[in-house]
Nanobody, 127 residues
Framework: VQLQASGGGLVQAGGSLSLSCRASGRTFSNNGVGWFRQAPGKEREGVSVISGSDGSTYNADPVKGRFTISRDNAKNTVYLQINSLKPEDTAVYYC?????????????????????WGQGTQVTVSS
């Protein structure tokens, strides 16, 4: 499966962005699709995950209320709407997939559980 992430850019604090992750070669139906981010000098962290099966979502505490993950199965695309952007949201954002059977609430945001990764899209928030 190949994942293509897009939608990043340079925005001012308080602004919004919508990121997209399109898959080719496989559908999301039996997978969880997660968005992760990695800032310079920091570890990759999970921010939001959606089930390709039932659409249930899971968000990391720092982004709750500001990040919304959604899917369009017909387009094989997962979206991440980011509102009220903060300078600390600056990072490369990646999407990735993992088999649903592998994911629990304890590991759903752990990068090591995910098999396929997109190339990343840069989000830069200016203060």
């Amino acid at each position: 499966v190949q994942l293509q992430a897009s939608g990043g850019g340079l925005v001012q604090a308080g602004g919004s962005l919508s990121l997209s992750c399109r898959a080719s070669g496989r559908t999301f139906s039996n997978n969880g699709v997660g968005w992760f981010r990695q800032a310079p000098g920091k570890e990759r962290e999970g921010v939001s995950v959606i089930s390709g099966s039932d659409g249930s979502t899971y968000n990391a505490d720092p982004v709750k209320g500001r990040f919304t993950i959604s899917r369009d199965n017909a387009k094989n695309t997962v979206y991440l709407q980011i509102n009220s952007l903060k300078p600390e949201d600056t990072a490369v954002y990646y999407c990735a997939t993992a088999p649903l059977f592998r994911l629990t609430t304890h590991n759903v945001l752990l990068a090591r559980e995910y098999e396929y990764w997109g190339q990343g899209t840069q989000v830069t928030v200016s203060s």
